[in-house]
T-cell receptor
Framework: GQQLNQSPQSMFIQEGEDVSMNCTSSSIFNTWLWYKQEPGEGPVLLIALYKAGELTSNGRLTAQFGITRKDSFLNISASIPSDVGIYFCAGQITGGGNKLTFGTGTQLKVEL | GAVVSQHPSRVICKSGTSVKIECRSL??????MFWYRQFPKQSLMLMATSNEGSKATYEQGVEKDKFLINHASLTLSTLTVTSAHPEDSSFYICSARDTGLGEQFFGPGTRLTVL
């Protein structure tokens, strides 16, 4: 099935640094979602975006829905050790049976 | 927040046996649930859409006779991996769509190991 491309694939950053990751698609989505998954667990929703150009924050997290509706980015400010995990974007098409298409994932490792 | 449970959390079985995994929405109704498979260091791949009271819809390449899905109530969907083989070893994750809110909530996953 289709997958969304995420970059970077992984990143190793210092505690306190800001982090940026993005997600691109060859097709348009009506909804963009960002999830975090920790080892051995299911993904947890971080931010949902419903409109092109929308910029939404959730604490230290900020995400934007690209104007073309084919991309989205997630920023994490002042990273802390508990930010470690794999971050997935997911796209959804209205009328597409509510199915989610997941990105390839960005693994974040934080150095103390 | 809405809670989705999966049982068992991990299971080890012999090749050729069948394994049933349950997905329950604990505090909301879900007419639609989804089953995903995730191999190590990979993303979640949708296997099928489970619809309460009707047949599941399978994604291309997923064998419906091997992965049996039953969604008999508004809070329970089951995935049965029939005649499991080592290549079926994976992390199986379900999600449930809150019928009222429209949002999807994910279960904690089931680790299947086939020997």
């Amino acid at each position: 099935g289709q997958q969304l491309n995420q970059s970077p694939q992984s990143m190793f950053i210092q505690e306190g640094e800001d982090v940026s990751m993005n997600c691109t698609s060859s097709s348009i989505f009506n909804t963009w979602l960002w999830y975090k998954q920790e080892p051995g667990e299911g993904p947890v929703l971080l931010i949902a975006l419903y409109k092109a150009g929308e910029l939404t924050s959730n604490g230290r997290l900020t995400a934007q829905f690209g104007i073309t509706r084919k991309d989205s980015f997630l920023n994490i400010s002042a990273s802390i050790p508990s930010d470690v995990g794999i971050y997935f974007c997911a796209g959804q098409i209205t009328g597409g049976g509510n199915k989610l298409t997941f990105g390839t994932g960005t693994q974040l490792k934080v150095e103390l | 927040g809405a809670v989705v449970s999966q049982h068992p959390s991990r299971v080890i079985c012999k090749s050729g046996t069948s394994v049933k995994i349950e997905c329950r929405s604990l505090d909301f109704q879900a007419t639609t649930m989804f089953w995903y498979r995730q191999f190590p260091k990979q993303s979640l791949m949708l296997m099928a859409t489970s619809n309460e009271g009707s047949k599941a819809t399978y994604e291309q390449g997923v064998e419906k006779d091997k992965f049996l899905i039953n969604h008999a109530s508004l809070t329970l969907s089951t995935l049965t991996v029939t005649s499991a083989h080592p290549e079926d070893s994976s992390f199986y994750i379900c999600s449930a769509r809150d019928t009222g809110l429209g949002e999807q909530f994910f279960g904690p996953g089931t680790r299947l190991t086939v020997l």
